[in-house]
């Protein structure tokens, strides 16, 4: 038989066997296609789950929304007038730290910084930095606003009495600096550091301080062997330490955590579900509030008796 005979007069079987090969092809790409489709809904479920899931409080505690529609709110704390003064953490020159009264009324009292990331009450006024490049420290005081010392990337703050304590979020060059107000002096405390986002103080004097890259907590020594506290955390931010133990917030953009130390070793997550949680400050016993950047806003937790 001719080969074009041949093509032209397929048998039946053969015809029969191309009919169902291609029957099976469109089976198999339609059981493909769902099954790609049931992946990017689940996928699509689970991100909206971590986006949209409400934050849930420990057994004990309680929160409410103080503040919302406050753009990338960081830092927060209270000036010498007890106002609330609240910093967005925008580049370039576009961020500001705004002033909350009693009244609820809210305007800018700072303009022009560069990504203000971190605060806390200083002899009479308040400090802040600027994480992008090198800015300066700054001192805010009804009065006027001046420049304290210099540093790279500055983010956390925090002050013992005596001392102001700031350190740098770098990668492997951060520094822990100390600054002595009585004679304007600034110390390098420790170098090397990783991503370092946070320093606190204990009223008893110890010194905390968190690397977000290695998802640590570490206590600093006098003798320079610092001992780490903490490990395994989701990006450590920052830290608050008082009499009811060591607070950490997690700045990761889903599933973030406020954590409690406690001064017996028990390690409790007092809020879950935050996205990008910051700053934490006490107000009064057992009253806090919390910066949650990722949902712009600003919680009131407090104490809350089990079974009330």
């Known amino acids: 038989m001719p080969l074009a005979s041949f093509f032209n007069k397929s048998s039946p079987a053969l015809v029969g066997g191309l009919t169902a090969a291609k029957r099976s092809g469109k089976r198999g790409w339609l059981l493909a296609a769902q099954l790609v489709l049931v992946v990017l809904l689940a996928t699509l479920s689970y991100m909206g ?12 505690w309680r929160y409410t929304v103080l503040l919302d529609g406050i753009e990338k709110v960081s830092a927060i704390a209270l000036d010498a007038e ?9 580049q370039s020159g576009e961020g500001r730290i705004l002033r909350y009264r009693a009244d609820g009324s809210l305007e800018p009292v700072e303009a022009g910084l560069s990504k203000p990331d971190g605060m806390a009450s200083f002899r009479g006024g ?23 010392f210099a540093g790279r990337n500055v983010e956390g703050l925090a002050n013992d009495g ?18 002595d107000p009585s004679d304007d002096s600034t110390l390098v405390l420790r170098s090397g550091l990783d991503q370092a986002e946070a320093i606190s103080a204990c009223p008893d004097g110890r010194l905390f301080y ?13 003798q320079g062997h610092d001992s780490v506290v903490l490990t395994g955390l989701n990006q450590p931010g920052y830290l608050l330490c ?32 935050l996205r990008s ?15 949650e950047q990722g949902r712009n806003r600003v919680l009131r937790l407090q104490h809350h008796p089990t079974g009330n």
Do not use: C
Not at 49 to 60: D, F, Q
Not at 128 to 135: A, K, L, R
Not at 162 to 173: N, P, S, T, V
Not at 277 to 282: D, R, S, Y
């Open 210 to 222: 968190s690397e977000k890259k290695n998802g640590t907590v570490s206590q600093l020594n006098a």
């Open 242 to 273: 008082n009499s009811e133990g060591l607070w950490i917030t997690e700045d990761a953009t889903h599933m973030a955590r406020l954590l409690r130390l406690a001064p017996d070793g028990q390690l409790h997550t007092v809020l879950s579900h």
């Open 49 to 60: 789950w971590r986006h949209l899931y409400p934050a849930v409080a420990e057994t004990g």
């Open 126 to 148: 308040v400090v802040f930095s600027q994480e992008q490049g090198d800015e300066a420290v700054l001192w805010r005081t009804p009065e006027r606003t001046v420049e304290l």
């Open 162 to 179: 005596q001392y102001l304590y700031a350190i740098e979020d770098r990668h492997g060059d951060g520094r822990l600096l100390r600054y």
């Open 277 to 291: 949680a910051q700053t934490l400050i006490e107000t009064r016993p057992g009253h806090y509030l919390l910066a």
């Open 82 to 90: 007890g106002d609330l003064l609240l910093s967005e953490e925008l």
